[in-house]
């Protein structure tokens, strides 16, 4: 499975835009890249998806260069409720099952 | 529709002793699997199911058994608990497929082993 590297944390104040980058430099041809959010005490929650150039759902958009090689999770006007740890996936098999390879996250932290 | 529940919440065991986690899920989802998460860390795969009567180990596998005899259930056996599996241990499910990267989590179980 490709490694992913995302920075450990990142601050934001509420109402400004954040955008967390993953390297995924030996990115697979048939391989997704796949974005959760978890919070604390809980369970992982499924943020976005993509294969290339940019995918945008009601939570987030997700930005794929050409060369795969990165991505960049976008949350527009963070509110403090988006403080969570985000983490960023690579090499999803979606024909059959996906056995999900977690990191240790970007810890963002949103203050007033 | 509960999704993905897990019982117990919280649970305290002494080295040596065994005991089962449960996880179910109401959603059909042919995929289920666990996790464990340590302080500050990502999630780590244990097993893995991709239906009744089908299982397999992930990362982390030792020390764990599990059993899939139902689509709604999948239980985690620890065999004797040792400190180094004080942990969160999660169950999550999924449909098999191209949605299978969109993961369920369940709420978590918290075990200390002393």
């Known amino acids: 499975l490709a490694k992913t590297t995302q920075p450990i944390s990142m601050d934001s104040y509420e109402g400004q835009e954040v955008n967390i980058t993953c390297s995924h430099n030996?990115?697979?041809?048939?391989?997704?890249i796949t974005w959760y959010q978890q919070f604390p005490s809980q369970g992982p929650r499924f943020i976005i998806q993509?294969?290339?150039t940019k995918v945008t759902n009601e939570v987030a958009s997700l930005f794929i260069p050409a060369d795969r090689k990165s991505s960049t999770l976008s949350l527009p006007r963070v509110s403090l409720s988006d403080t969570a740890v985000y983490y960023c996936?690579?090499?999803?098999?979606?024909?059959?099952?996906?056995?999900?390879?977690f990191g240790t996250g970007t810890r963002l932290q949103v203050t007033l | 529709n509960a999704g993905v529940t897990q019982t117990p919440k919280f649970q305290v065991l002494k080295t040596g002793q065994s005991m089962t986690l449960q996880c179910a899920q109401d959603m059909n989802h042919e995929y289920m699997s666990w996790y464990r998460q340590d302080p500050g860390m990502g999630l780590r795969l244990i097993h893995y199911s991709v239906g009744a009567g089908i299982t397999d180990q992930g990362e982390v596998p030792n020390g764990y058994n599990v059993s899939r005899s139902t689509t709604e259930d999948f239980p985690l056996r620890l065999l004797s608990a040792a400190p180094s599996q004080t942990s969160v241990y999660f169950c999550a499910s999924s449909p098999l497929g191209p949605m299978s990267y969109e993961q369920y989590f369940g709420p978590g179980t918290r075990l200390t082993v002393t």
């Open positions: 993509g294969y290339k």
């Open positions: 996936l690579v090499g999803v098999d979606t024909g059959t099952a996906s056995k999900l390879t």
């Open positions: 030996n990115i697979a041809t048939n391989d997704y």
